[in-house]
């Protein structure tokens, strides 16, 4: 079954604590059209549907991650009802650049321009679905920015921004702005395989299709899956430099050719998993926030490289350093208009363990890393969530804190199912690194059919664990959980004779798992159910509302899909 | 509500593979008395209580963990329908123990003696709960062993045992036995805390209240959970020698004082936990083999001695041994009648590591160590289960096999729920190291009532997981797991600063928790449950049955506690 490939927003409901900026009396939005910008990128906006509420929003900057806060969006004039096409009837007055760049504080008001006209958006700062990143461009034009997220790129979104409009930019300033062409930056993203399941365009963001993943141990590069924050960098391999930062020698400079040259070449096959992947199973509990992805935000590579270590110990890393050294931080060359660049960190002792196996990785499965996953060099952290394997690295920081990142700080953590956001304290939680115990079915698929003259039915699947915890077992169910089955794991391809036991602590790749079972006589539907074991024996959770949170991360309840049995026909 | 401490046995009802000795027509057995021999040591042999199968035993070698394999002993003689008490009535052939010591095989036949009468137990072997231990016995007298393994002292197990009699000892043989007094060997166990309550005396094992064990936060000594496979060795520490083995520079012996001495003293707080915690909670789904434990085979301490990496380091450890040693196996010094010791290994990784923390450990909460807990030395492995940290520790062996005990090779493994005592290949799981997360409630007591009055309940627990991994948060419900709140962490008692974190990777304690919450007004009943999270985001499993596991280990699903709301009187 195809899963919608769209992105969700958590509608939220609650007393509006600001009273919105009143509009000119000829401005009329219309936040109820049932159009929608469509197009293959179907990260957008959502509308809330609550008719007891009858001007809400509620929206998803996807693909971002950046969703920091979000609000309810309350239209004053109790004549929207009569939903109409904005339209300008009435003269505004006219603002210079330096009118609208003197507001860019709440203190002073937030305004921002739009082809043309200004907008005191300062009200809708709190409600901003993207959170408080809006600030960026006040007092300045939105235009580069929803360039990058081109989540803006939608109808409903211009209505909203219309209720803010307090004036038009003269029309000096207006040809000024027109000069410096804000291009599109995802037009140099490389070529995608037409068979990934695209969840967001830009950034690009896409899953294989689950019955290709578990085809091959390997993951082949084409469809391993895509999880992008911003454009992807385009980086001169000749020119390309790596900064370490932090140590007592001082900064050290790596040209790409160092990197390969001075430094023993490391190969590890190790799988990367979406710390959001399965979210649209939680979605299906409650609505979260972020990309709806569905089982196959999952793959494993083999990867070769310079291993951190390595590099930190020839930047003047020693057990001194360890003292005061918690972290090590990475940043990405990926960035977004503000010069902002994608971050995050490891702690210490995983990056200089010589059996961390961390790596800064030049190759992906023998060739050169491929431009969606970070050419010319990433880090490869096995283990650990995908959002820490920084691509593009530009930048290598030991230090005792943490990622100041939005990423590491204000999003990749989990909580509670009864945090919502209001309640959420991201200083509560640990930034995610290990992941736990995770597997999945990925044939058969849900809804499918399988006739009963097959007499038995194949079901296979992947399994995987975080922390370099080694797959021992997966226990299959074709009732639902009442019965149980052990399936039979895979570490290679079928021509292929079975890798070598990882050592211990460092199962950093996936098993594939099949398990051929007779169909049961009485039987008119499956649900075939799996859970993995990982050799800390941690297990599965059961079912998914009891780990919902709110961004949806860490879905890993017991996979279950639902299978029809079709009956002979000759038999009728 | 005081969980009844009781050993069961697993009833297993199949088809017998072989034909048993005929016994003589003169002996009858009652197979279902319904007398108990009673009495504290409650790790006793059980019956099988199905109707539809008249002669059925099986049983549970309580307290050793040495339960190999079980049988179904079927009485051909259809007339033990109508039960009797054993007599002997007819005279039997003399047999001198030359004769009886020709019978030590399978192939030649089984025979043991018992106070003056010989038996024939070659049918009964493949039986013996015990499993092949049986064997031990083979050709001589069953007292020394039954004198070690107390749970033979029931009447049922001399009806059984009267089956197998094929004649008597010569009187002068009987004599030279009597002359070798078989004393108990656990006559010398310490004295213990009348507190505790105990799941078998001989070996003794035992936990503390779970409303005590909540009180501190460090477990004191006298009430931390025992857990002895045999009896309490008495070991002299003037004399006392550490043998270790398997490094280059060949065998090493340690005294107590040198190892005092010779290597810095480390101190670490450690969680220890058995693997059958909790597996009543098992018991209650279908039944297990082991001891009944309550959800209190759980303690913290405080641990101090030599690191374990640093007398290998000093016995020759380097970075050659790592390219064939994998694991690091100890023996402790207590043994059974046959000389065989307790054992166990942990991987070779976690023994040398820096961050290991693995201790030799000669004090424990600021004192020597208590009898019970290994005076002079025990291994403590923290983040490990108990059964590898050995206690009266007399040999360490750096090898390329794990330990080839009992305990490491056929027990202390975890299995799918569909694996039954048919089916189970010991040698498919991993031994268990690391355990999984785990939490448990220790107040309110379930079956507690609570008045309305009150208004509010505080629930309290502890929260802990295996390899080092951080609690980081404890989810709580009073509605069966429908709404959750989170619960606040301790890391210290009420008068005491909290603990600074733990470093990465090594948070060896617990957390006690607790949260006060009002009572629903509706509610009636409360179903309180709990579920905690590490680092890793590993969270505990929904429910018991689908990790149920034919040995009851590693039962860490939501621990759920049913509590009554008392109506005040004054206001009917």
Redesign the interface.
């Known amino acids: 079954m195809l899963l919608l490939r769209r992105c969700h927003c958590l509608t939220r409901f609650g007393p509006l604590s600001a009273l919105r900026h009143q509009t000119s009396p000829g401005v009329a939005v219309r936040l109820w059209s049932s159009s929608s910008s469509g197009g293959e990128d179907q990260g957008s906006y959502q509308r809330a549907h609550t008719p007891s509420w009858r001007h809400a929003l509620a929206g998803l900057l996807a693909g971002t991650g950046a969703v920091l806060a979000y609000g309810l969006h309350q239209h004053k004039a109790e004549q929207a009802d009569n939903v109409q096409t904005v339209e300008k009837t009435s003269p505004l007055p006219i603002f210079t650049q330096e009118e609208v760049t003197s507001h860019r504080s709440l203190e002073n008001g937030v305004w921002v321009t739009y082809k043309g006209g200004v907008y005191d958006i300062t009200e809708f700062v709190a409600m901003h679905p993207g959170g408080d990143k809006i600030l960026l461009a006040a007092g300045g034009a939105l235009e580069p920015f929803w360039a990058l997220y081109a989540v803006h790129n939608q109808e409903h979104v211009l209505e909203i921004l219309s209720e803010y409009k307090v004036g038009e930019l003269s029309s000096e300033d207006v040809k000024k702005q027109q000069s410096v062409v804000s291009s599109d930056p995802y037009s140099s993203d490389p070529e995608r395989h037409p068979g990934l399941r695209v969840n967001s365009l830009k950034p690009f963001n896409a899953e294989p299709p689950p019955e290709l993943l578990s085809d091959t141990y390997i993951t082949p590069s084409a469809i391993f899956f895509k999880r992008n924050h911003l454009p992807v960098p385009q980086v001169d391999p000749a020119s390309y430099q790596l900064h370490v930062e932090g140590l007592p020698g001082g900064e050290l400079t790596l040209s790409l050719e160092e990197l390969k040259t001075r430094f023993p070449k490391h190969t590890i096959t190790a799988t990367l998993q979406c710390a959001g992947n399965r979210r649209s199973e939680m979605n299906k509990v409650k609505q979260v926030k972020g990309l709806n992805w569905g089982i196959a935000a999952i793959s494993n590579a083999t990867w070769s490289g310079a291993r951190l270590r390595d590099v930190l110990l020839a930047a003047g890393y020693g057990p001194d350093v360890a003292q005061w050294a918690?972290h090590v931080q990475f940043e990405g060359l990926d960035k977004d208009v503000t010069g902002t660049t994608y971050g995050a960190s490891i702690?210490?002792?995983?990056a200089v363990s010589e059996?961390g196996d961390v790596l800064l990785a030049y190759e992906m499965n023998g060739e050169n890393l491929p431009a969606d996953h970070g050419f010319p060099v990433r880090v490869v952290v096995p283990g650990i969530v995908g959002a820490r394997n920084v691509k593009w690295l530009g930048k290598i920081i030991v230090s005792a804190e943490e990622s100041s990142s939005h990423w590491q700080q204000n999003d990749y953590k989990?909580f509670?199912?009864?945090?919502d956001w209001d309640t959420v304290d991201f200083k509560s939680?640990?930034a995610?690194?290990?992941?736990?115990?995770q597997s999945a079915i990925t044939t058969p698929a849900d809804g499918a059919v399988v006739d009963r003259s097959a007499e038995e039915v194949m079901v296979k699947g992947y399994a995987w664990s975080?922390?370099g915890?080694e797959v021992?077992?997966v226990?299959v169910s074709l009732d639902g959980?009442k019965?149980?089955?052990?399936a039979q794991l895979k570490t290679s391809d079928k021509e292929q004779e079975p890798r070598p036991s990882p050592?211990?602590?460092r199962a950093w790749a996936w098993k594939l798992w099949e398990v051929t079972a007779p169909l049961p006589p009485e039987a008119q539907e499956l649900e075939i159910v799996c859970?993995a074991?990982d050799?800390?024996?941690?297990?599965?959770?059961?079912?998914v509302a009891?780990?919902w949170n709110l961004r949806g991360v860490?879905s890993n309840a017991w996979h279950r899909v639902k299978v029809k049995i079709r009956e002979d026909e000759s038999e009728e």
């Open positions: 918690c702690p210490l002792n995983k059996e989990g509670s199912p009864g945090t939680a640990p995610i690194q290990e992941l736990p115990i975080g922390g915890r021992v077992r226990d959980g019965t149980w089955q052990v050592l211990p602590g859970k074991v050799n800390s024996y941690n297990m599965q959770p059961d079912t009891p780990i860490l």
